[in-house]
């Protein structure tokens, strides 16, 4: 058999026949490796052991590294699975699915710059991805960029619906925006999935009365009036709402 073509970098030496044996060898051993379901762990340090000699033979041989990322992403080795993740993403440079994988491990590792550019090529690559745009949403809001988490976060409701943290995320940066009716759209919607905190819907209820919408507010304020904590405070406040 001939040896296949390695895409090498400028300064890897493709192996000769004795080595490219070896790294056959070693790269046969992983393959059978990962197809178990666990490995016990004397026999994860011999894998791990034939991975590292199979890249000293040719760090860049695509296959080597595939079955090192599932090796990795088995173990959740994030900080050994990035880097191998990011080789094979220069190797295979037009493949979402790589860029996607290679920004979820930095974003699990807080490298949200590095995670940004990753799932920002998965998304140009291939848009549509309800996961990459969460990701990318998240950390624009510890960016403080509400305008960004927004923009994100719409792709990502609009391609897999949303959970309570997701549209009470939203509410909060539309507040904070000071664009009042996006942000009570979007509580209208964590609601819409069941009980919201009492303080959020109180907070809705505020809203509707401070731009005169009365009625959206009755109906905010009769559906929590049989459960209303026995504060006093609580009550008289949505004494006042009915008054209103």
Known sequence: ATIPTIAAASNVTIPDI???ALLRERIKSLAEAVKQPQLPPEQTVQVEADFRTALEISPREEETLRLGVELYRRSKNDPKLAPILGVLTELAPKEPALYAELGHCLF??????????????????KPGD????????????????DRGLLTFLEERLSLS???HELWLMGADAANRLGDWQRSADF????????????????????????????DKALVHVRAVAE?????VTVRTEYAGFLDD
């Open 108 to 125: 699990r590792m807080r490298d949200w710059e590095g995670a940004d550019r990753a799932l920002l090529r998965a998304r140009e690559l």
């Open 18 to 20: 004795e080595h490219y």
């Open 227 to 231: 459960t209303l904590p026995s504060d």
């Open 187 to 214: 509580t209208e919607h964590a609601i819409a999935l069941g009980s919201i905190p009492l303080e959020r819907r109180t907070a809705l209820v505020r809203l509707y009365l401070q731009h005169q919408i009365p």
């Open 161 to 163: 619906g949303g959970t």
């Open 130 to 145: 309800p996961a990459v745009a969460e990701e990318l949403a998240r950390i624009r809001l510890n960016r403080g960029d």
